[in-house]
């Protein structure tokens, strides 16, 4: 006797919940409703079901948008420069014009007077000529490749 009546809760259980699944899902293609009525106290309500006996709005819902992929997360940008000031953009370009000039100066020139520092003049050595060569390529190359840049 045991047997039979845990065969038939189990079975009854089974039948019930393959029917309440069945019964509460809708197909996306139908349409969904929702139920706007006042009630007895004045308040509006906003059911699934519509109620009995009391008049009430009958509201389609929008369908359900279907699921899509995500979108792709963006890489970061390789170095991507700020724009600059058109002051700083001036500095940059009369920089590069003196590095230039001071450069074609000092590579075609002989002899080089410079300031003493005590009123008078002094030739720059040899040593001092290479090293203001040196220091005048590197400005030159920083600031007129950043004019390049810009062009």
């Not at 420069?81 to 953009?89: I, V, W």
Request: charged share 30%; proline share 5%.
């Amino acid at each position: 006797m045991g047997y039979i009546m845990k065969f038939s809760a189990i079975f009854s259980l089974a039948m019930l919940l393959a029917l309440a699944s069945t019964t509460s899902v809708q197909s996306a293609d139908q349409p969904q409703y929702m139920y706007k009525w006042k009630g007895s106290d004045g308040e509006i309500h906003y059911t699934e079901r519509p109620p009995a006996n009391i008049p009430f709005e009958k509201i389609r819902m929008a369908k359900k948008a279907k699921a899509t992929k995500p979108a792709p997360v963006a890489k970061p940008a390789q170095s991507v420069k700020a724009p600059e000031s058109d002051k700083y953009s001036a500095w940059k370009k009369e920089n590069c014009k003196i590095a230039t000039q001071n450069l074609d100066i000092l590579e075609n020139a002989g002899r080089i007077a410079q300031d003493d520092g005590q009123g008078g003049t002094r030739l720059m050595t040899d040593e001092e000529k290479q090293a203001n060569i040196d220091k005048m390529t590197e400005q030159k190359n920083k600031y007129c490749s950043e004019v390049a840049e810009e062009q």
